[in-house]
């Protein structure tokens, strides 16, 4: 269970860094997906805030990382922040964006991971990655999975120096992970027949006003990309937590960023009043504070659950949590990495 019982759906990620400013304090923090008044940001002033000495910051897009560079540096100038590109739309640019931070000798070790980038096209069609991938898969899981994996030598630096379990990778998951399993049968979304146990459980997106619909499901797809989320935290763990690496995934909730408010703005009334009636609207510090929870409770081991939600150790669906279904995600993914050629 998580240290402060306290900490609940209110809770902000400045109060959590305040709380934890011992974990906190003069780690190498790194966070994927930063671009100002997003969730990104709110994390790397939290991290600064508690006393980090360097926050690595990462995006796709050079302009707003400076703007993201700037506007932080200037209100924690006693933390170093560095830009680092990151293209989640291709596998190789993921393993290129790692390579950078390897060959780096000013990072001689990253004590904490947070996987925040990520994408809902919400309604789009179809889109593949340059890998020819569903994008939600490729990018949410498939090159996160090819930029944290080839970064496991820092966070083994880290670790040799840390208390058991202070070095950390966070996966920012969604509790869409109810929608759906791991399609193993058609992980690609080609059309390809389903096992009764991959299926789409409609619960939540009937109550949400989607109908169903035989074609593409976007919704469908950025939960499969949330379940491998927590899979992937889970397997993680399994093979780094004897080094003391410990991984979790948090449900950040409904929060009003830059980038949720665009998915958001093509969805229906009915739909936006179906997303209503499972959370309430948080802001980006308050949406950012679980994964400040797991990231930075001395507390919490992945005995006790590697899901979070609300600043507190929660349930997820059977399938996100079944050590079985993660062994098998993950040799899955480096199939895929391996067929691709990612060097």
């Avoid at 998580?2 to 959590?16: I, M, P, Q, R, Y």
Wanted: hydrophobic share 45%; proline share 3%.
């Amino acid at each position: 269970m998580a240290s402060n019982a306290s900490f609940g759906k209110e809770t902000g990620a400045l109060e959590v860094a305040k709380t934890f400013s011992s974990q906190a304090k003069g780690k190498t923090i790194l966070i994927t997906g930063v671009s100002t008044g997003g969730i990104g940001d709110a994390l790397a002033q939290a991290f600064a805030h508690g006393g980090a000495s360097t926050v690595i910051i990462t995006g796709r897009s050079d302009t707003k990382l400076d703007a993201a560079m700037k506007s932080l540096s200037a209100a924690y100038p006693s933390t170093t922040f560095r830009p680092l590109k990151l293209d989640l739309n291709s596998l190789q640019a993921a393993a290129d964006a790692a390579k950078k931070i390897l060959d780096d000798a000013a990072i001689s070790e990253i004590d904490i991971i947070v996987a925040n980038a990520g994408f809902n096209t919400v309604v789009a069609p179809r889109e593949v990655t340059t890998d020819n991938i569903e994008s939600h898969f490729g990018g949410n899981h498939l090159a996160h999975f090819v930029f944290i994996t080839r970064l496991i030598p820092k966070l083994r630096a880290a670790a040799k120096k840390n208390i058991a379990g202070a070095t950390r990778v966070v996966m920012m998951s969604s509790a869409a992970t109810f929608i759906s399993p791991i399609r193993f049968s058609d992980w690609n979304f080609e059309g390809k027949p389903l096992a009764d146990d991959e299926k789409t459980d409609r619960t939540m997106l009937d109550m949400m006003g989607f109908e169903y619909t035989d074609k593409f499901e976007p919704t469908v797809a950025y939960a499969q990309s949330k379940t491998a989320n927590i899979l992937f935290a889970l397997e993680l763990s399994k093979r780094l937590a004897s080094e003391g690496i410990f991984s979790f995934a948090t449900h950040p909730g409904l929060v009003s960023s830059a980038g949720a408010n665009a998915s958001l703005s093509k969805l229906s009334k009915e739909q936006i009043d179906g997303f209503a009636k499972f959370a309430v609207v948080k802001t980006i510090d308050v949406g950012s504070a679980t994964s400040m929870v797991a990231a930075l409770d001395p507390k919490l081991t992945p005995e006790s659950g590697v899901y979070l939600d609300d600043c507190q150790i929660a349930n997820a669906p059977a399938w996100a949590t079944d050590a079985s279904s993660a062994e098998r995600l993950w040799k899955l993914s480096e199939e895929i990495i391996g067929q691709k050629g990612v060097s």
